[in-house]
């Protein structure tokens, strides 16, 4: 046995008797964790760690135990851990609950319950864990009693069992959740074999748990990666992209140090499938989460999954919205949490601080951290003044939002004059100058601040972009135009390699995923990948190997009226197919649709405003561009994806957002 490894005591054991069979089917798939400095209880907890437990009771008489403990009947099988390499799952105890604004990995230990692991200490080895009382769920929440558990972790040492924590909780009905964490340093038992023991004990039922107990092994230079997805950023409005406002002096400093990857298409022109796309590696037609009504197949690995298993402390910090963990985004985070919300116009900032503070606690390990903000995303409402920095004298709206005017319905295509327009643009611009200054900048300072920027993977990217009636409609949704799907893409190598890089080959969202995992050195399924990693693409001198980007819209996404819409390039050479509007999409706008072509092919090379539409005048292009279009349009891998039945949970913040009516 290793120094860093973990040894267990097996028996064959019984599975919770209400395990549905897609969890028994993954859970049965999941290989062991790979050897790394850290260790996760919840993963390698089986049926013969479990001393004592309720749900023991389960085994001899599962009638008799959903009549004794009804809390308990009620969350069995609810909230199932189906991230990465988990291994086996006895009685569901593993979950993924969300409490409040946060999704976090526990193991549900009601009292009176008692786990033991049998491990060996490494040298400045460290037990690091949060408990906490989660609210009952159902009927029982109705319940007015407060709950009572105590908390203890033991450790037994060549004969002898000696306590390490010990803490009273008391639980009310009125909060989600009441909580502590816990930071126990045993270098003093480092070589030695024991045997760790995780207690509850006190209310009958009492939905206590153990949220990420870990033991680690504190790095002196972990190797990190951030990945900051800007909502609705479109590139060419970023001053390391050519733009002439200052809207990005932290992304172009931070562009000096990296990559920059100047033709990069998302995956659709909304938020939903393109962070999908971001954090999966598939394409649209692939991951098939083309609505907001569904949900990602739980079978699809994500990112986190890989960097979970491969031993990185894995976190989500998001707006929520579409990007919430209730779409499936949070599978492989150890945490999954909204912050900022979608409509508080200093969403970046607060951001920021819970991002910084988080890089702070895990700064001793290997990590992965996903930052997403609507900060840029209409509404605009940057505080004072920033908000102000790059309007005219005269402009009308200091701060606008462009739902009630329905811009993004029946006004779509509605025309306002120059000035107006300015005025949208410089609000839009003012976000992106907020969003650089409260959140780009701070997390660029807190790495640097101690001493992880050198060796971090940091990504700033976005999901889509926004239009200003350069093809006459306003903000996304709706289109495939490259002011709605070509987004930025800078990537800061650890060591600063590839610094001041400038690449020009095309590249997608898609191979983001298959970037991070082989750049840090971590297997991925690439069989199971749409992307590929762009490390091919950084040799100087060298042509890139060519990269087909496919986006597409769904119809009528959220009641917008729109038909669906599909494009994909062959080189330079990008082609659009349109349905077209039926008499009752057309019936919804105020102001009619400009006239779309059924097909469209524009050179991107030589006309990267895409104003000549080629299948008008090329005939034989356009028969061969349909032909390869519809060919490579199709699903290349097996999958569904779910209907979710979430969405009155999220319904307001999308409404607030622009997306709902």
């Not at 979710?644 to 307001?652: L, P, Y």
């Amino acid at each position: 046995m290793n120094a860093h490894s973990l040894s267990l005591k097996r028996f064959p054991g019984g599975v919770f008797p209400l395990a549905f069979f897609l969890v028994v089917f993954f859970l049965a798939n999941c290989r062991r964790p790979e050897q790394t400095d850290l260790i996760r209880f919840i993963d390698i907890l089986e049926r013969a760690d479990i001393a004592e437990s309720p749900f023991l009771e389960s085994e001899a008489d599962p009638k008799s135990f959903l009549q004794a403990h009804p809390v308990l009947a009620e969350v069995a099988d609810q909230w199932p851990l189906l991230d990465l390499g988990i291994e086996q799952n006895p009685f569901l105890l593993k979950k993924k609950p969300l409490i409040g604004p946060a999704e976090q990995n526990v193991l549900l230990a009601p009292p009176k319950s008692v786990y033991r692991f049998k491990v060996e200490i490494p040298g400045r080895g460290f037990l690091e864990f949060f408990y906490g009382i989660m609210r009952e769920v159902g009927p029982s929440r109705l319940n007015t009693d407060s709950r009572n558990v105590e908390f203890s972790v033991q450790l037994s040492a060549r004969g002898s069992r000696v306590p390490l924590f010990s803490k009273l909780l008391t639980h009310s009905a009125e909060n989600a959740l009441v909580f502590n964490h816990r930071k126990i340093d045993l270098s003093a038992y480092a070589g030695q074999t024991v045997t760790i023991y995780f207690v509850t004990q006190g209310t009958r039922d009492a939905l206590a748990c153990w949220f990420n107990p870990v033991l680690y092994v504190p790095k002196l230079s972990p190797r990190n990666a951030v990945l900051i997805s800007l909502d609705t950023l479109r590139a060419d409005h970023l001053s390391c992209y050519g733009y002439p406002r200052e809207t990005s002096p932290n992304m172009d400093a931070l562009a000096a140090d990296a990559a920059v990857f100047r033709n990069v298409y998302a995956s659709s022109p909304w938020t939903l499938p393109s962070h999908v796309s971001m954090l999966t590696g598939l394409d649209c037609v692939n991951h098939r989460v083309t609505q907001p009504s569904h949900r990602m197949d739980p079978a699809i690995v994500t990112l986190a999954d890989h960097l979970r298993r491969a031993g990185y402390a894995t976190a989500g910090l998001t707006g929520g919205g579409f990007v919430s963990g209730l779409y499936g985004l949070s599978k492989g985070f150890d945490s999954y949490r909204v912050i900022g919300g979608v409509l508080a116009p200093d969403a970046a900032a607060a951001l920021a601080r819970s991002a910084t503070a988080w890089i702070t606690d895990n700064r001793e390990r290997s990590f992965f951290l996903f930052l997403h903000t609507y900060q840029i995303h209409n509404p605009y409402r940057s505080p004072e003044p920033s908000n102000r920095l790059f309007l005219d004298e005269d402009a009308v709206h200091t701060e606008l939002d462009l739902t009630p005017l329905r811009y993004n319905f029946q006004n779509r295509y509605k025309p306002v004059t120059d000035a107006l327009r300015r005025n949208f643009i410089g609000l839009y611009d003012a976000e992106i100058r907020f969003t650089d200054e409260a959140l780009v900048g701070p997390v660029i300072g807190k790495l640097r601040e101690l001493g992880l920027y050198e060796n971090t993977l940091l990504i700033v990217t976005s999901d889509h972009g926004e239009e200003f009636f350069e093809h006459g409609s306003w903000l996304h949704t709706h289109n495939l135009y490259n002011e709605t799907i070509q987004v930025p893409l800078i990537i800061k190598f650890p060591g600063g390699r590839a610094a001041g890089t400038r690449v020009d080959s095309y590249a997608r969202l898609v191979d983001i995923m298959p970037t991070i995992l082989d750049e840090l050195g971590v297997k991925g399924e690439a069989d199971n990948m749409d992307g590929r990693s762009l490390l091919s693409l950084l040799n100087s001198g060298q042509p890139g190997e060519e990269r087909m980007f496919r986006s597409a819209l769904d119809s009528d996404i959220l009641g917008g009226h729109i038909p669906h819409k599909t494009t994909l390039n062959q080189g330079s050479i990008k082609v659009i197919l349109n349905d077209s509007y039926t008499p009752e999409m057309l019936a919804f706008f105020w102001t009619p649709p400009p006239q779309q072509e059924r097909l469209e092919i524009y050179d991107l090379a030589n006309d990267p405003g895409e104003r000549r539409n080629l299948a008008l005048v090329k005939p034989e292009m356009a028969r061969r561009l349909l032909a390869y279009l519809e060919k490579n349009s199709r699903p290349t891998r097996k999958g569904t994806s779910r209907t979710s039945d979430a969405m009155d949970k999220i319904r307001e913040e999308l409404k607030s957002l622009g997306y709902i009516n």
